[in-house]
């Protein structure tokens, strides 16, 4: 497990503001840390291992899915396993990336999300930062205020989930 994690390629920080349906989160960056994980494809294990290690759980192993939606009562880290996806951030006019194996995409709460399309092999795992249980929510005009309030009153992870105490969600999140 020593081995799989390393420094991200490339590091892309980006506050994403809100969208009427969607509130986004202006205040922390979605971070997306392009090939930090030096796994196999197919390696859902070592990607849980190292999430798990910096103390991100209630892991899950699936896919992104392709309808906007996000969560208010916690932040979420997805970490590209299998394939590549073409992935949509910020609700129907947000940001496109394309993700693959070894990318890790740091999701803070409130951030719509979406797959526009992937690879047959698309996979990633799924973590949350402790005591944090995702919530489901679609852009519908009955979910404001209660999903505002849920977001301001969630507590920062302590741990960046790829690089622990260190790492670019310790150094964006904690000064914002």
């Known amino acids: 497990m020593d081995n799989i994690v390393q420094e991200a390629e490339k590091i892309i920080s980006r506050r994403i503001g809100d969208h009427g349906n969607f509130p986004n ?4 960056p979605l971070l997306l840390y392009k090939q930090s994980l030096h796994i196999n494809e197919g390696d859902a294990e070592s990607v ?5 290690k910096n103390d991100w759980g209630n892991s899950w192993r699936n896919g992104i899915y392709g309808y906007h939606h ?12 299998s394939g590549s996806a073409k992935v949509q951030l910020g609700g129907p006019d947000g940001i496109k990336y394309e993700v693959k194996t070894g990318d890790v995409i740091i999701i803070p709460a409130g951030v719509a999300h979406k797959k526009l399309g992937a690879t047959a092999d698309f996979a990633c795992v799924g973590a949350y930062p402790p005591g944090q249980h995702f919530d489901m929510n679609y852009g519908k005009s009955d979910e404001r205020p209660r999903v505002d309030e849920n977001i301001k009153s969630l507590s920062l992870p302590k741990t960046d989930p790829v690089y622990g105490d260190e790492g670019e969600l310790i150094r964006n999140w904690h000064s914002s």
């Open 25 to 28: 989160n202006p205040t922390l």
């Open 70 to 81: 996000y969560h208010s009562t916690a932040h979420e880290v997805l970490g590209i396993y």
């Open 48 to 52: 849980e291992e190292v999430f798990a």
